[in-house]
C-alpha cells in the first residue's frame, strides 16, 4: 500500500511538471524562393499567476514589418535610417494567420491598435490558475529583408531569424507585451520548444537548439529541433555556413564572429580561456550550445576596437577577438538565463555584462591601455590618454553624456533612452555603478553576491527588485543609495574638499556634497603616490566635517582611484605641503587631450583652413581649454597668417554654459566672440558679439527632438568702407540687437522648423518669420515647404544701397553669419553659392532686394531619387514702387540634404532660363565644409 502511494506521488510530480511546463511546438516549411515560412504551431502555455485569464496576448514580432506605421517603423525613421522607409513593399516582412484554435474551434482575435505585432485573442473558456491553455495556429510568415534589422533574408539569400514564429506574451499579475522596436528584447517565458524545419537542400542550418534527428530526402531537408526552458529563437539557413564550433569543457561554442584570421589552437585556447571565466564567475550554462553571432556583435560592438580602420592596430589581434568573443558570450548567457524583463529591467543584464568585462580585462590585462599600442609611440605618451587604462574608457563614455545634460536614469524603459545611452553610456554606468558599490561594500560581498544570485535565480523568473532584496541581504551597510540615486535618478556625483586644518597628528577637514545625493565617496591620504589610508565617507548632506589621524599623509583625495563616476575630478585633492601647492600647474599640450584635473591643461592646434576666396588659405593656430569632455568654462584664441591678403586675421571666444537637469529648460550658454577676416578684396571687418542662449527640450521624452531656443545678442561690425560696391552701406560700422527664437522638431519623416527674428540698428528695425515643413511620403516622394516673411517696422537708411534690405536670392548679410566663399562677388562661381535664407530664391531677378517688405513661398517635390523639381513664388515691395511679383522654378539635385545640393534653373520672370546665354552662370550650389555642421549628420542618429 505505501508502495502504490509513493507510485501515485512520484506519477503526479512527473505529469504536473510535464504540464505546467511551457511549450512550443512549431511545424516550418520554407519556402525561400518566395522568402516565406509556412507554419503550423501548438503553443501550450501554464497560468502562474492566481488569477483567472478571459483573454491571452500573442507576440507576432515578425508583423512589426508590414507597414511604415508600425513602432518599429518610426523607431528607424527617429534614428534617420530612411532604408524601411523607402523600402519596396516585397522587402517588408509580414504575417497572415489563417487561424488560431482551441479544441478544434476557432477563437476570435485580433491585432492590437499601433500595435500590429501583438494579438489580442479570447479563450473560449477562461483559464484558471495553475492551468494550461492549448491552442494551435496556422499562418503564414514573409520574411522581411535583414537590411533593415540585421535579421531577415540577405542579398545572397541566406536565412538570419529571430521573433520568426509566434509566442505567447508573459501574464505575471499584469500582461507583459510591447512592440518590437529593433532593441532585441522580446519577453517571453522559458518554454521547452520542438522545431520540424523543412528547408531546400543546399543550405546549412544552425540554432542553439539540440539537433534531435534528420530526414534527407530528393530535394529537401527536414531537421527536427528541441530545447528546454528555452526563450530565445535564433535560426540561421546558410547557403554557406561560417559558423564554427569550438568544444570547451562541457559546452560547445558556436560563432561567426570576426576571428581576425586566428590560428585555430588560437581560438580554441581563448574560447577555453572565456569559457573557464564564464563559468567560475557566472557558473555553468544549462544548455550546450551557446551561439555568438556577428549579428550580436555588430549590434554591440566593443566600442574602442571598432573607431578606427582595420588597417590601424591598436590592440593584439586575439585580444580584440578575445574581448568579441567574451562581450557576446556575456550577453547571450545573461539573455538565456537571467529571466528578468528586458524592456525595463536591461540594467541589469547590461550592468552584470560590463561588470565582468571589466574584471575580466583587470585579471587578464591589468597594463592594457586604452590607446593600446600607440601609448608610448614619442608624441602620444605625452598625452594623458596614453595614461589611462583600457577600463577607464566606460567612465569616459558615459561621461561624454553626462557632461552635456543627456544623460538619463539606469532604470528607466530601454526604449525611451536615446541611441548613445543604451548601446553605450548606460550600459557602462550601470557596469562602472555595481564596481562603485563593490568597492563600497568591500570584501568582494557584491561580486560573491552577483554570482550566487545568477546561480540560485538561473531559469527563474527574477526581477530587479529581487537583486536589490538579495545584495542588501548580504551587507549590514546601508546601500539604499545605489538603488535609490544611482540607478533611478540623473543625479551627477560631485565632491569637493573644502577646509582642512591640520596638526602633527590630525587631519580635519570638511568635505562638500556640491549635487543632492546621498552618495558616498572614498577619501584617500597620501604620502606622495604611497597611499596611507582609505575611508568611505557617507551621509554627506551638503558638507561633513571629519577629523582623521595624519600618519604622515602630505595630500588628501577624494575617489583616488576614480571607482566613482564623478562629473568633476578637478576640486579632489587638497596638498598638506601649503597654498602654493595647492594651485595646479599649467600644461601646455599640442593637439587635444582627455581632461587631466591634476593640470590647468592649455592645448595648442595647428590650423590650415580656406574660409574665404579673399583670404585664401590661412595658417595659425588655435589656443584652448576645450577637452574631450565638455567643460562649463571654455576659451579660444585663434590667429592665423592669410596667405592671399597677407594679414593676421583670426578671432577669439570665451563662453560659460549652465545647465538644468529636471526642467524643460536644460541649457543657458552666454559668452563674448570676437573675429578678424576679409570680406572683399583688400577689405577687412571685424566683429564683437556678446550673446546669451536659452534651450529647451522635453525633459521627460530626450527622444523627442522637439527643441526651442532663444537668442539675444548684440552684433558690433567694423568695416574698411567700399565705395565701389553698390551692396555696401554708406555707413560702414554698425550696431545691430538680434533677438531670435526658434521652434523646431527635426525628423525623417516630418520635418517642423520656424523662427521668428527681431532687429533693431541706429537707423532701422526689422520683423521677420521663417516656416519650414518636410514630408517624407510612404510612397518615397518628398515634399519640401518654405514660407517666408519681413518687413521694416523703421528704415531710415540709405535708399539707394540695400545693404540692410530683405534679399531675394542672396543674403547681404550684415551680421556675417554665413559662410560665403565669397560674399563680395557678383560674377562668377562664387556669386552662384546658394544660402537658403530670406527670400530663399535660386535665380537672380531684376528685383533683389525689398526695402519695405517681403514674402515668398519655396517648394520642392521628388521626381525620381535625389533629383526633385523645385518652384518659388513671393511678392517683393519697396518704397515709392508697386509690389512685384516673382517666381521661378527648376531641379533641385538633393545629394546630401541641407549639406551638399545643386539647383538647375528653368522657367522664371527672366523666362526659359535654361535656354539663355551664359546658362552654367545661373546654376546655384549648396555646399558646406563646417565640421561642426557635418557632424550633426552623425549627432542626429545618436544623441
Known sequence: MKLRLFYCIIFSLISFTSFSQNKIEVKAVFDIENKQIKISQTIHYHNTSQDELQTIYLNDWNNSFATKKTPLAIRIADEYKNDFHLAKNEDR???????????????????????????????????????????????????????????????????????????????????????????????????????????????????????????????????????????????????????????????????NINDEGLEIIDKVLITEKITKF??????????????????????????????????????????????????????????????????????LLDGIQIYYLMSYVEEHYPNMKFLGSIADFWGVRSFHASDMKFNDKYILAFMLMARTNRDQPLAMQKDSLLKFNKNIANKYKAGVGLKYLDDFVNSDIVENSIESFLSENKL??????????????????????????????????????????????????????????????????????????????????????????????????????????????????????????NNKPLQFRL?????????????????????????????????????LLRKLFNYKIAPRYSLKSRTITGSAAVSKNHYFENSNLYYINYGISAGYSSYAEDLFVSKIVPIIQFHFRQYDDFRSNKRKSLFLRYVNINRDKDDNNILTSSEPNYNIVNLRYINSNDNLIHFKKWYTDFQ??????????????????????????????????????????????????RPTDYLFDYNYLGRSEDEGIFSQQYIEAEGGFKSKLDTPFANQWITTLNASTTLWKYVLAYGDIGLVKNKHKPANFVYDSGIRINLVTDYFEIYLPIYSNLGWEIGQPNYDQRIRFKFTVDPQSLLGLFRRRWY
Open 460 to 581: 527563474i523568473p527574477t526581477s530587479a527588485k529581487d537583486f536589490e532584496i538579495y545584495i542588501k541581504s548580504k551587507t549590514n551597510k546601508d546601500i539604499n543609495w545605489f538603488f535609490n540615486d544611482y540607478l533611478t535618478t540623473r543625479k551627477k556625483i560631485d565632491f569637493k574638499i573644502r577646509k582642512v586644518i591640520k596638526t602633527e597628528d590630525s587631519i580635519t577637514l570638511t568635505i562638500k556634497n556640491k549635487r543632492k545625493n546621498s552618495m558616498p565617496v572614498s577619501l584617500y591620504s597620501l604620502n606622495n603616490d604611497s597611499i596611507v589610508s582609505k575611508i568611505w565617507v557617507e551621509n554627506i548632506n551638503k558638507n561633513k566635517t571629519l577629523t582623521i589621524p595624519r600618519n604622515d599623509a602630505n595630500k588628501l583625495v577624494l575617489n583616488y582611484n576614480s571607482v566613482i563616476p564623478e562629473i568633476n575630478l578637478r576640486d579632489n585633492w587638497k596638498s598638506l605641503k601649503g597654498y602654493f601647492f
Open 591 to 627: 593637439f587635444q587631450d582627455i581632461e587631466d584635473p591634476n593640470y590647468n591643461q592649455v592645448f595648442f592646434m595647428p590650423i590650415v583652413e580656406f574660409n574665404n576666396i579673399y583670404d585664401g588659405f590661412t595658417l595659425g593656430g588655435k589656443l584652448y581649454n576645450k577637452t
Open 760 to 809: 533693431v540698428g541706429k537707423k532701422f528695425s526689422k520683423l521677420a518669420f521663417n516656416y519650414e515643413y518636410r514630408r517624407l511620403f510612404e510612397s518615397n516622394r518628398q515634399l519640401n515647404i518654405r514660407a517666408f516673411s519681413g518687413a521694416f517696422l523703421k528704415n531710415n537708411t540709405n535708399s539707394n544701397s540695400p545693404y540692410f534690405s530683405f534679399a531675394l536670392d
Open 278 to 347: 564564464i563559468f567560475n564567475n557566472l557558473g555553468t550554462y544549462p544548455h550546450k550550445r551557446l551561439l555568438l553571432t556577428q549579428i550580436d556583435y555588430d549590434k554591440d560592438p566593443v566600442y574602442g576596437l571598432n573607431f578606427l580602420p582595420s588597417f590601424v592596430q591598436l590592440y593584439p589581434n586575439h585580444f580584440q577577438y578575445e574581448l568579441r568573443l567574451l562581450k557576446i558570450a556575456l550577453h547571450n548567457y545573461l539573455e538565456n538565463t537571467l529571466l528578468v524583463n528586458p524592456r525595463k529591467e536591461q540594467w
Open 93 to 255: 516582412g509580414f504575417s497572415v494567420i489563417t487561424s488560431i484554435k482551441q479544441n478544434n474551434e476557432d477563437l476570435i482575435y485580433k491585432q492590437l491598435k499601433n500595435q500590429i505585432d501583438v494579438i489580442k485573442v479570447e479563450l473560449k473558456t477562461p483559464l484558471k490558475p495553475n492551468d494550461t491553455y492549448t491552442i494551435q495556429l496556422e499562418y503564414l510568415v514573409q520574411i522581411p529583408n535583414a537590411k533593415f534589422t540585421g535579421y531577415g533574408i540577405t542579398d545572397s539569400g541566406d536565412l538570419n531569424l529571430r521573433y520568426w514564429y509566434i509566442t505567447p506574451a508573459i501574464y505575471n499579475g499584469e500582461w507583459q507585451y510591447y512592440s518590437n522596436k529593433n532593441l532585441d528584447d522580446l519577453f517571453v517565458p522559458k518554454s521547452e520548444v520542438l522545431l520540424q524545419i523543412e528547408h531546400p537542400n543546399g543550405y546549412a542550418l544552425t540554432s542553439e537548439l539540440d539537433t534531435s534527428n534528420i530526414i534527407q530526402l530528393t530535394n529537401k531537408q527536414i531537421v527536427n529541433l528541441k530545447g528546454e526552458n528555452r526563450i530565445n529563437n535564433k535560426l540561421f539557413l546558410s547557403k554557406k555556413s561560417d559558423f564554427k564550433t569550438l568544444q570547451a569543457d562541457d559546452l560547445a561554442i558556436v560563432s
